[in-house]
């Protein structure tokens, strides 16, 4: 026979994995199989693939049987935007994708190119976790994956995609990962099913509900973005892509193809309520002040008071934390300083300049908070601020009480560039508060006591409710119109282009976790 027959006969094997029967039935789930999903995820023939034919070594439980050529994982390389990036991607109609202690290899060689040469990981995720069949040897293959996860975690930058019934040692890995995205009806993560759930627990719950897509958007946090099938999905990695630089050491890249609509200019003073108790949406400060329809919301759906997300101003990425005041007033609670640590510390790693709009009036109060550790997770939010080198500006549209004043990328937390607009409030907690305490016995000795706390309320408001107090002792280092913001803003970063800042040699912080 021909070598080179053979050799195209072995590849045309290898490429129908688990067999022309479980392609359908994964084409029936409405999901694509592991090579449709790279062929869409990469510039056109760009991908190149390694380990085509490595196959199991198991021989228990009928396994001696039952080899596939590529072990259900196809990994490789190739290109988004021009750009390189590794990527494996799980067939699940090989044994459900179960990653034996081959698979993991193929997996653990491309993350240690990644890491040589310096650029992201993209995983698509498919399999029902440790080949169970295998044993101890498919739990090591996982360790080495997590290992090589956290060695490279803040180095390169590594996506998870999941698209797929992950369940096992499959949902850690993407844990470790910096984001994570999910597909609606069809991916799910859970330590364990449903049924190992009722054996244990009691508890009677879907896939649905204990792991889909909607439920790790809103209720855990896990998933940062969902699409609504395999296409959308893998179309909006390609767009994040856009804009994160290779690794640590480098920039994102900057385009010079934007548009900034110019009537948004007067629209961003319209925004902001006339009565300051009102809420109103910060996407829409956001959308005024970078490029047009340059916004990608992160963890869109989770502690819905801070938005986060990735913007470009005059073509180049920044990072954006806000305070939401649509959602709770925009107050500070666990999983929104959860949220915004997390955002921040991925910018800070990978050279993102941040920029802040703060309107908050001041962390939850109540049992809930602080039985389950607001203060450690408060925390978070101040250490990932305080210890970010990145270029980092804040703009005060409105309230900065309290403590969430100083978390929110303060001047004395090293941001670079703090400004305020004239409707600012900046002071230790709201008037009507602060002159209950403070003037307490003359609000009690008074023959109209009401009267009296409304009196020292106004006092209090006129002398903190503006940014002026905070201006006169530099703690902002101007106050700008709203229509000026973008400008201020371009400048900035401009300013700052050519910011070094050095953190203490150490090995490394203790983040409160
Ligand atoms: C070997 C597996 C497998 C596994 C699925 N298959 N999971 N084979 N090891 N872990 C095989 C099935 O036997 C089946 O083979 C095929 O994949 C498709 O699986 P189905 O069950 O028919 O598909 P579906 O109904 O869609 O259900 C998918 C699933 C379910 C939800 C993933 O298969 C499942 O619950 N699997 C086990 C999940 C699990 O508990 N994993 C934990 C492993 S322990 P045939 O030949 O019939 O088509 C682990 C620990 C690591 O991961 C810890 C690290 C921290």
Not at 184 to 191: A, N, R
Not at 246 to 254: E, G, K, T, V
Not at 345 to 368: H, K, Q, S, W, Y
Not at 372 to 392: D, Q
Request: hydrophobic share 40%.
């Amino acid at each position: 026979m021909d070598l080179n027959q053979k050799l195209i006969d072995k590849r045309e094997t290898s490429k129908l994995g688990g067999g022309l029967k479980r392609i359908e039935a994964q084409h029936s789930k409405g999901k694509l199989t592991a090579r449709e999903r790279i062929e869409l995820l990469l510039d056109e023939d760009s991908f190149n693939e390694m380990g085509m034919f490595v196959e199991h070594r198991a021989t228990k439980f009928g396994l001696d049987k039952q080899t596939y050529p590529g072990d259900g994982v196809v990994t490789g390389f190739g290109t988004i935007h021009g750009r390189l990036v590794y990527v494996f991607s799980q067939d699940f109609t090989v044994l459900g994708g179960s990653l034996s202690e081959t698979h993991a290899e193929k997996i653990c060689k491309i993350m240690d190119l990644a890491m040589k040469n310096q650029a992201p990981v993209i995983g698509l995720n498919d399999s029902g976790g440790a080949r169970i069949q295998e044993g101890v040897v498919s739990l090591a293959g996982y360790a080495d994956i997590f290992y090589r996860n956290t060695k490279a975690s803040g180095f390169i930058p590594q996506l998870s995609v999941i698209m797929g019934p992950c369940a096992g040692g499959a949902v850690y890995s993407p844990a470790l990962t910096d984001f994570i995205f999910m597909v609606e009806d069809t991916s799910y993560m859970f330590v364990t099913g449903p049924n190992v759930v009722k054996t244990v627990t009691h508890e009677e719950v879907t896939s649905e509900d204990l792991g889909g897509a909607k439920t790790h958007a809103e209720k855990s946090g896990v998933n940062h973005f969902t699409s609504p099938n395999d296409v959308t999905v893998l179309k909006e990695v390609r767009d994040l892509m856009s804009y994160l630089p290779q690794n640590c050491q480098s920039l994102a890249p900057h385009t010079t193809k934007f548009e900034f609509d110019k009537t948004k200019i007067d629209r961003i003073g319209q925004i902001l309520p006339a009565n300051s108790t009102l809420p109103y949406d910060i996407r829409e400060v956001i959308d005024c002040v970078i490029d047009d329809n340059s916004f990608r919301e992160v963890h869109k759906d989770f502690a819905t008071n801070i938005v986060v997300g990735f913007a470009r101003v005059e073509g180049r990425t920044i990072g954006v934390v806000a305070n939401q005041p649509m959602s709770m007033a925009g107050v500070l609670d666990i999983d929104s300083s959860r949220k915004g640590a997390r955002f921040v510390r991925f910018c800070d790693a990978f050279n993102i300049p941040l920029l802040t709009f703060e309107d908050v009036p001041g962390f939850l109060p109540g049992t809930d908070q602080e039985w389950n550790g607001i203060i450690v997770h408060g925390a978070k939010l101040l250490y990932a601020f305080s210890e970010a080198t990145v270029p980092r500006i804040t703009i005060i549209t409105r309230k900065a009480y309290g403590g969430a004043f100083d978390v929110m990328n303060s001047k004395n937390i090293g941001a670079d560039l703090n400004f305020a607009w004239p409707t600012a409030e900046i002071a230790v907690m709201g008037a009507k508060g602060a002159a209950e305490i403070i003037f307490k016995r003359e609000i009690s000795d008074a023959t109209d006591p009401e009267a009296k706390w409304k009196e020292k309320e106004t006092e209090y408001a006129n002398m903190f409710a503006n940014p002026y107090r905070a201006a006169e002792r530099g703690i902002i280092d101007d106050v700008i119109l709203p229509s000026e913001t973008r400008n201020k803003v371009i400048a900035a970063f401009k300013m700052l282009e050519s910011k070094r800042e050095e953190i203490p040699p150490k090995k490394h912080g203790n983040i409160p976790m």
